[in-house]
C-alpha cells in the first residue's frame, strides 16, 4: 500500500545523516514534561529525531551507541538545565557534541532552560573535579570545564524563569531547527488524496514546517 515518504532534501550533505536531530538532556530536570512536548512537535514536523529511551538499541554499549548517534545527526539540540553539569555522562556527551560541531554539516543549538549562560560557563570547579575523581579520571574536569564553556558562549534559546511559557520556547526550538536544517519535501503518489481524512492530516502537517507536496509518480510539484 503507498504511503508517504519523508526526507531533508537541503543539500547532499544531508543525505550522510541518519537523524536529522540529536536530543541532549539531563533527564530527571526535563525527560516528563518539557523534552516530551518538544520530541513530540519536532516529529510533528517531520523531523527523524533521536531520543535516548526511544532510539538505543538492546545489547549495545550505551555510551558507544549515543556517540554513534550524535555523529550521525545533523542538528543536536542541547537543553542546558540546573542539573546538567552534574552528570558526568552528560558531560561526556557534550564533549562529544562540540567535537562533532567542527564537522561539515553539523549544527549545535544550547537552550538553556532555568539556567542563565553565564551560570554554564561558571560552573563550580571543585563540584567538576569531585564528580572527575568519582569516575576515576581526575584530570576529566578540566574538558568538562572547558566545554561548558564553549556551549554557554554559542548563540541559543533561552528560558530564563516560569514567566515565560515552555510552550513557547518548544514552538521557537522547532522554528530554529527547521531554519537550520532547512526544508523538507513529502513525496507522495496521487492517488492517497483521495480520502478526506488524510488530505486534512497532511494539511496540518504541513502547516507545522512541511514545504512541498511531490507526486512520487512523475516527481512533479503539485
Known sequence: MAGAYAAGTTSNSTDKF??????SFRGPDVRH???DILYSD?????FNVFKDNERLVL??????????AIEQSQLCIVTLSPTF????????????ILESKD???HSVLPVFYHVEPTEVRHQNVEALRKLAMKVGEVNRWKIWKEALEKISRLR?????DTNWREGLLVEKIVEKAREIIGPRQVMVPLEIFRPEPFVQQLSKWMEKGGSEIWNAKNYQRI
Open 103 to 105: 564537522l561539515p554539516g
Open 18 to 23: 541518519k537523524y536529522q536531530v540529536f536530543l
Open 156 to 160: 541559543g534559546l533561552s528560558l530564563p
Open 59 to 68: 545489547g549495545r554499549d550505551i555510551q558507544a551507541n549515543l556517540f554513534e
Open 42 to 46: 519536532l516529529l510533528e514536523s517531520g
Open 33 to 35: 514534561h518539557f523534552l
Open 85 to 96: 553539569a552534574g552528570s558526568s555522562w552528560c558531560l561526556d556527551e557534550l564533549v562529544k
